[in-house]
Structures are given as structure tokens and as C-alpha cells.
Nanobody
Framework: DVQLQASGGGSVQAGGSLRLSCVAS????????ISWFRQASGKEREAVSC???????????YYADSMQGRFTISSDNAKNTVYLQMNSLKPEDTAVYYC???????????????????WGQGTQVTVSS
């Protein structure tokens, strides 16, 4: 069975940091781009960041504008895990964070929910002021 297990959420004060993890199983990890999305209460799901790996071993990362410079996405292929390091957190970062996997990765479409075949269950991040 395909599974994406997101974890690492929690409650922090503004300015704090959290590191989210997404452990993948049931599919060939290297063949999929993995992204993080988030959904705040009453709002639509929005893209946060994406990491794609090429056959030559190179890695490409993408970020939504509001996360650029604060969030860092990385992967550990040996552990089938993608991380999202979140620094300088703001109250507006409060949301449920989801990881998702896309095999037919198209760079210009990385932020579209409908591009992703598999989704994790989400992990809550709460940032207080």
C-alpha cells in the first residue's frame, strides 16, 4: 500500500522553528516529486514547497513566495523521507500541513493540488503570537 506519513507538527511561538517529516512507502521514492501543502481553517489548500530528484542525482526545489527564505525542503533517499525545516514561523503559518507525491512532475504545475496522486494524513502546526 502507498503511504505518506507526515509528522513533526506542534505548537510554537512566533519566531520559532519546526521540522516536518514525510516518510513514504509503497512506491519508488526516487520516481516521485514530493511536495508540502498546507490548509488553514476555512481556506483552500495551498502549496508550500516541492522537491524533485532527477535520474542524474540532481535535486530541484521550489517554494511559494511567502515561504522563500524561511522554509527549507530536503530529502533523504535512503530513508524515503522528505523534510520541511520551518524557521521564523508566523501566526499565519498556522495550518494542517500535508505531504503529497507526484510521479508525472511538471515544474510549472508543482503548486497544483490536482497534480498529486498520493497524499499523507496531515500534521497540525500552530504558531502563537
Amino acid at each position: 500500500d502507498v503511504q505518506l506519513q507526515a509528522s513533526g507538527g506542534g505548537s510554537v511561538q512566533a519566531g520559532g522553528s519546526l521540522r516536518l517529516s514525510c516518510v513514504a512507502s509503497g512506491f519508488t521514492f526516487d520516481e516521485y516529486a514530493i511536495s508540502w501543502f498546507r490548509q488553514a481553517s476555512g481556506k483552500e489548500r495551498e502549496a508550500v514547497s516541492c522537491i524533485s530528484r532527477r535520474s542524474d542525482g540532481s535535486t530541484y526545489t521550489y517554494y511559494a513566495d511567502s515561504m522563500q527564505g524561511r522554509f527549507t525542503i530536503s530529502s533523504d533517499n535512503a530513508k524515503n523521507t522528505v523534510y520541511l525545516q520551518m524557521n521564523s514561523l508566523k501566526p499565519e503559518d498556522t495550518a494542517v500541513y500535508y505531504c503529497a507525491a507526484d510521479r508525472g512532475f511538471r515544474k510549472r504545475l508543482w503548486g497544483l493540488v490536482q497534480e498529486y496522486e498520493y497524499w499523507g494524513q496531515g500534521t497540525q502546526v500552530t504558531v502563537s503570537s
